[in-house]
């Protein structure tokens, strides 16, 4: 009984650790399209396709991604919020596919793998994580 009590807390401490850290990359991430709009509409230009992006839409879209990571952060609506954090930097792991080939001169590049199976952890242990959410 007790090491059950101890694994739920520890697990409850280690699911806050992956929220917190994965905030703070998607939270720089949306600071990004603030501070630096041309950043952004490069990005999409480049990774997903997208040319001529203009900047109103991308400060519109950081508003939005910024309402989605402090959800996330808060944990509310986790099945919403934590799965479209998943898929969101899925879709930016995957579009990168071209860096993976010339590994050796994209090394950064790769550190999106495990984050994104740290998202993937998040979104399938949700319930478990409650320590400091608003949401249930």
């Not at 590994?103 to 952890?121: D, K, Q, R, V």
Request: hydrophobic letters at 55%; glycine letters at 6%; a positive charge.
């Amino acid at each position: 009984m007790q090491h059950s009590i101890a694994l739920t807390s520890r697990l409850s401490w280690a699911l806050l650790s992956l929220r917190i850290t994965i905030f703070i990359v998607m939270f720089v991430w949306t600071l990004d399209k603030f501070v630096n709009p041309a950043h952004s509409m490069k990005i999409f230009e480049i990774f997903y396709g997208i040319s001529g992006v203009p900047e109103t839409a991308v400060y519109v879209l950081g508003a939005l991604q910024l309402a989605l990571v402090l959800s996330f952060l808060a944990g509310l609506a986790k099945r919403y919020t934590y799965g479209a954090i998943f898929l969101l930097h899925g879709a930016s792991t995957l579009s990168s596919f071209p860096q993976y080939v010339d590994a050796f001169n994209n090394l950064l590049f790769f550190a999106a793998w495990p984050m994104w199976g740290a998202c993937f952890t998040l979104f399938l242990l949700r319930e478990a994580d409650t320590r400091f959410t608003l949401g249930k």
